[in-house]
């Protein structure tokens, strides 16, 4: 079940990705045509680096529940497995709301807890027998950890990039009266957000 919560929150984070870039794409036409600004495309890609940030977690978290359900049952997912557990899910759903006779719905709960206990019991032994498993299990989030905080601190940096172009742009427009100084206090408060969070990056992948 957490495979299964790890995709769907990746689906709807990949979604809102794909739309930040479809509106950077967008703004960047207008920018070309000389119908938007370069600070409306320095906002535009900073939030496209902001989706991006988001991501490289979730991703992160998948490998590593991906991982311990590998080394807890001892052997390669399928590559369908993904899909399974999506279908299997929508099963249940689809029984939750069929009117079944009351017998057949004890008989159906009975089997499922007892296959549940079954696996609880197998998981049980598994562990008892693999002293080491957690220490593998660390090593290889170690590993997954590592390759998603490197793209994350890639998408971080860009994001800082494009808070640092709109802060200087921004002031620029306030030197001249084209911004205010709650638009200005907002773009400082962006990138200085944008600059601890590159540092606290670099300080996660040292301590790896």
């Known amino acids: ?37 370069q600070l409306e495309r320095s906002r535009s890609q900073s939030v496209l680096a902001g989706a991006k940030v988001a991501l490289t977690p979730l991703t992160r978290q998948r490998a590593q529940d ?3 359900l590998v080394l807890l049952l ?8 993904a899909a ?31 296959r549940v206990a079954s696996r609880a019991a197998a998981n049980r032994q598994q562990r008892q027998y693999r002293p080491g498993l957690r220490s593998v299990l660390a090593a290889h989030h170690a590993l997954a950890g590592r390759a998603t905080l490197t793209e994350q601190l890639r998408a971080q940096s860009a994001q800082l990039q494009a808070e ?13 009266g084209a911004a205010n100084s709650l638009e200005l206090l907002d773009a400082q408060r962006c990138l200085l957000a944008a600059q601890q969070a590159v540092v606290q990056q670099l300080k996660n992948l040292v301590a790896l």
Do not use: W, Y
């Not at 001892?74 to 497995?81: E, I, N, R, T, V």
């Not at 640092?164 to 620029?172: D, P, Q, S, Y």
């Open 74 to 81: 001892g052997q390669a997912l399928p590559a369908d497995f």
């Open 1 to 37: 079940m957490d495979l299964l919560g790890d995709d769907a929150l990746l689906l709807v984070t990949r979604k809102a990705l794909d739309f930040r870039r479809a509106s950077l794409r967008l703004t960047q036409l207008k920018f070309d045509n000389q119908a938007a600004s």
């Open 84 to 114: 399974g557990l999506a279908e299997g899910s929508n099963l249940g759903q689809q029984a939750l709301i069929t009117d079944l006779p009351a017998d057949c719905a004890l008989r159906a709960f009975s089997a499922s807890a007892q």
């Open 164 to 176: 640092a172009t709109r802060t200087t742009l921004t002031e620029l427009g306030f030197e001249h």
């Open 66 to 68: 991906e991982n311990a």
